[in-house]
């Protein structure tokens, strides 16, 4: 049988390098398309890179960019894949205040780049279309959101993929692509970017656990997220791209929990009770045994608007496709510290031998 061919963009973050593995597995070829940076920006697929790139020649990585239609579309013509996910994204939505120019740019009209490419190269019967949307798109409603919930982004980041979800839709309606939006909520795993508040608390956890560090800063700790895990979240990508028609679904948990419960969690996973005192930018997360304080607050990391809370409605992709989350948002604090841990353990040991 012939091989499917896939073309993802973000291969190396996160959720691209996630399902770049996930597609291999499937015996697909893979196509990534990766940023020029004047340091390496693979360490998250350097483990399959031997195997895939260099002996089976299964996984090509490309130069490009998200901002460079030129790029985009030369790459879609020489690959002309069978499969589109669009995960590419300045995603951090405190930097998009700081560069929401460029995070329109890359995660809104970036879509739109792919998008025309397919029509214009008359390749939109061949491929498939992802679009890596989020659950930041509905903004502060404070209750459980589902696919005919409203949009009301709060954040230059979630305009932006307000902008590609749309688009999505209407190239789907207009020209006939299958493209569609999977409306992700947060989801995380050991190779998080560490400036998110999971990857962020696990990795300070497994330092004061380990004595390399005494005190983790973090910003709102009253919002509410529905966490779930990456892994479980690219396998409800590649689904959505093989179910019988293009649409549009929440991928989600049902479940949501205070960015403070995280923080508990992770410490309970390294023997440490969290107790807190004070208010505001006072208060602070201590050591119930030995009173050593962990957690402070720091103004830096409040956001000029922020979303409180988020929890996603999963049943239209649990009844129509059958997906649904394996891993819980405990196994997955534990699954994120143990991780860390073993990481750091491993950068310690090879630290002394290299001395
Ligand atoms: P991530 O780890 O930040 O990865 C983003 C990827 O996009 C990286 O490979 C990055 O390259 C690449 N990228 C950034 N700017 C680019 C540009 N100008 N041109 C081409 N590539 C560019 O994000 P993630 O957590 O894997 O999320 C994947 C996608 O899902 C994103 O679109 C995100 O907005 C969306 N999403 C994520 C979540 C979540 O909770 N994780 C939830 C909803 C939606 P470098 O490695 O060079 O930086
Ligand atoms: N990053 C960060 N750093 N967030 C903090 C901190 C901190 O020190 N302290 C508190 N928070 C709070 C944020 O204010 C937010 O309410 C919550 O923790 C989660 O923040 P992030 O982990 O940065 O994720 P996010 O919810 O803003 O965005 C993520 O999820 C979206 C889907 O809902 C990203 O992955 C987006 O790309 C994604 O679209």
């Known amino acids: 049988m012939k091989r499917k061919v896939a073309f993802i963009t973000g ?16 015996n697909y070829i893979v196509h990534g398309l990766k940023r020029r940076a004047s340091s390496f920006n693979t360490g998250r697929i350097d483990s399959i890179y031997e195997e895939h790139q260099l002996k089976n020649k299964k996984l090509f990585l490309h130069y490009g960019d998200l901002t460079d239609s030129l790029s985009i579309y030369d790459l ?43 029509t ?18 509905y903004g502060n409603q404070k209750k459980i959101l589902n696919e005919n919930s409203k949009f009301e982004p709060v954040s230059p980041y979630a305009s932006a993929k ?10 789907r309606e207009a020209y006939g692509i299958f493209a569609s939006n999977g409306i992700m909520f947060n989801h995380e795993s050991p190779v998080r970017g560490e400036n998110f508040i999971s990857k962020k608390t696990t990795k300070a956890v497994a330092e004061i ?7 983790l800063y973090v910003g709102n700790l009253n919002s509410y997220r529905d966490w779930g895990y990456a892994g479980d979240y690219v396998e409800a990508m590649w689904k959505i791209m093989q179910y019988k028609k293009s649409d549009d679904f929440v991928i989600a948990t049902n479940k949501t929990h205070s960015v403070r419960k995280f923080i508990e969690l992770a410490f309970k996973r390294v023997g440490i009770t969290i107790n807190w ?7 602070i997360g201590y050591n119930k045994e030995t009173n050593k304080i962990h957690v402070r607050i720091d103004e830096i990391y409040f ?12 049943t239209k992709i649990k009844n129509s496709i059958g997906w649904s989350p394996r891993i819980n948002f405990s196994m997955l604090v534990n699954m994120m510290v143990d991780e860390d841990i073993k990481n750091l353990k491993k950068s310690t040991i090879q630290f002394k031998s290299d001395k």
């Open 277 to 283: 005192k004070g208010q505001g930018i006072k208060e």
């Open 120 to 137: 214009k190269l008359k390749l939109k019967k061949k491929i498939k279309f992802f679009q890596a949307s989020t659950s930041e798109m």
């Open 209 to 215: 656990s380990l004595g390399l560090r005494e005190v």
């Open 162 to 171: 307000l902008l590609a979800y749309w688009n999505t839709k209407i190239y």
């Open 76 to 118: 879609l013509n020489k690959i002309k894949p069978d499969e589109v996910y669009n995960l590419g994204a300045q995603s951090h939505v405190a930097i998009s205040f700081i560069n929401p120019e460029y995070t329109t740019n890359v995660d809104g009209i970036g879509n739109l780049r792919l998008l025309d490419a397919i």
């Open 303 to 314: 956001r000029p608007n922020e979303v409180e809370y988020l929890k996603g409605d999963y």
């Open 11 to 26: 291969v190396t973050g996160q959720d691209g390098s996630l399902l770049a593995k996930f597609l291999l597995k499937k």
